[in-house]
């Protein structure tokens, strides 16, 4: 559950620091930057992004709030879920499904 957290924690950092493409702009630079590493291969680029769109900006901020309401339910309901057991037995296997229904998905997906 924490590795959510430290995920989420510099999205709000870079939604918040990183310049946007018009403070890019008005400094005389490009918003992204092209270098062709091998004028042969088309495929050989390296792109420096310098600022980011507000559109791209506001749906990363969309995203991250709603990842960041789904960390606080599943911690919540889990901390819950977990409070209310009272056999030792059955408190390892749910904390066990717990685990495995927070870490599966990031691992799949990864």
């Known amino acids: 559950v924490f590795a959510d957290a430290k995920e989420l924690i ?3 950092n870079f939604l918040m ?3 946007s493409d ?3 702009e ?4 490009k ?3 092209v270098v062709q590493l091998d004028p042969d291969d ?8 310098n600022g980011v769109t507000r559109a791209h900006r506001v749906s990363l901020a969309i995203v991250t709030f709603v990842r960041g309401i789904m960390f606080v339910t599943v911690t919540s309901v889990g901390i819950v879920f977990l ?4 056999d030792y037995l059955n408190l390892i296997l ?4 717990l685990l495995f229904i927070t870490v599966l998905p990031r691992d799949l997906y990864q």
């Open 42 to 49: 088309d495929d050989k680029v390296r792109y420096t992004i």
């Open 10 to 12: 510099p999205m709000i």
């Open 83 to 86: 409070l209310k057991e009272t």
């Open 22 to 24: 018009k403070e890019v």
């Open 31 to 33: 918003p992204i930057e």
């Open 26 to 29: 008005s400094n005389g630079k």
């Open 17 to 19: 620091v990183y310049p």
């Open 94 to 97: 749910n904390g066990l499904g």
